[in-house]
């Protein structure tokens, strides 16, 4: 299993980010997607959930009304589209499937 992803950066206050996760080695539409986030000293938490069975999605209520969780099953990626970012949403962002992480995309929001 590997998952890969890509996309983070250094974004304004307002900014909008949208992170790919590529993944391989197992089949992608069998399994939910989650992206998860840590902060620099906190633990990991979850962010955002898209299930495989009817790709209903569900999020924390941290990012909800801001983020967007989407899968492309032909292309086996999962997205986080991160718009109105806040100063808060500065993490290192990972993708998790098959109980499996990938290295992780660092997001940092600052003027």
């Known amino acids: 299993v590997q998952l890969v992803e890509s996309g983070g950066g250094l974004v304004q206050p307002g900014g909008s980010l949208r992170l790919s996760c590529v993944a391989s080695?197992?089949?992608?539409?069998?399994?939910?997607m989650r992206w998860y986030r840590q902060a620099s000293g906190k633990e990991r938490e979850w962010v955002a959930v898209v299930h495989n069975t009817d790709m209903s999605t569900n999020y924390a209520d941290s990012v909800k009304g801001r983020f967007t969780i989407s899968r492309d099953n032909a292309k086996n990626t999962v997205y986080l589209q991160m718009n109105s970012l806040r100063a808060e949403d500065t993490a290192v962002y990972y993708c998790?499937?098959?109980?499996?992480w990938g290295q992780g995309t660092q997001v940092t929001v600052s003027s």
């Open positions: 080695g197992f089949t992608f539409r069998d399994y939910s």
């Open positions: 998790n499937g098959k109980n499996s």
